[in-house]
Nanobody, 129 residues
Framework: QVQLVESGGGLVQTGGSLRLSCAAS????????MGWFRQAPGKEREFVAV????????YFGDSVKGRFTISRDNAKNTAYLQMNSLKSEDTAVYFC??????????????????????WGQGTQVTVSS
């Protein structure tokens, strides 16, 4: 198993930036593809971004493309979500998730919640105007 803990959320003004971290413990972090999702009040959980085990492959949801980047440091067992040019509609609880059943192939698979085996508790991001 792997345990995931998100951090870095908070209150930021429109146009600002935040970097979220997802610290993993347990089994080998580099064995997992890592994803980020978010859930706004009253809405379904939405795919944000995914990064392959090696960090070479990344994929983003349409609503964050060009503004967010995803990275990982396997030596530190941590994945990151850099969020720039934040908008009020980015306000949500952000979750990281881990998938370790297959080698990265077909990005669409990783946009689905059910593809991930492990989830963190989430961190709140609030963007105010």
């Amino acid at each position: 198993q792997v345990q995931l803990v998100e951090s870095g959320g908070g209150l930021v003004q429109t146009g600002g930036s935040l970097r979220l971290s997802c610290a993993a413990s347990g089994r080998t972090f580099s064995s997992y593809t890592m994803g980020w999702f978010r859930q706004a009040p009253g809405k379904e959980r939405e795919f944000v971004a995914v990064i392959s085990r090696s960090g070479i492959m990344t994929y983003f949801g349409d609503s964050v493309k060009g503004r967010f980047t995803i990275s990982r440091d396997n030596a530190k067992n941590t994945a990151y979500l850099q969020m720039n040019s934040l908008k009020s509609e980015d306000t949500a609880v952000y979750f990281c998730a881990a998938e370790g059943r297959r080698t990265y192939s077909g990005s669409d698979y990783y946009t689905r919640e059910a593809s991930y085996s492990y989830w963190g508790q989430g961190t709140q991001v609030t963007v105010s105007s």
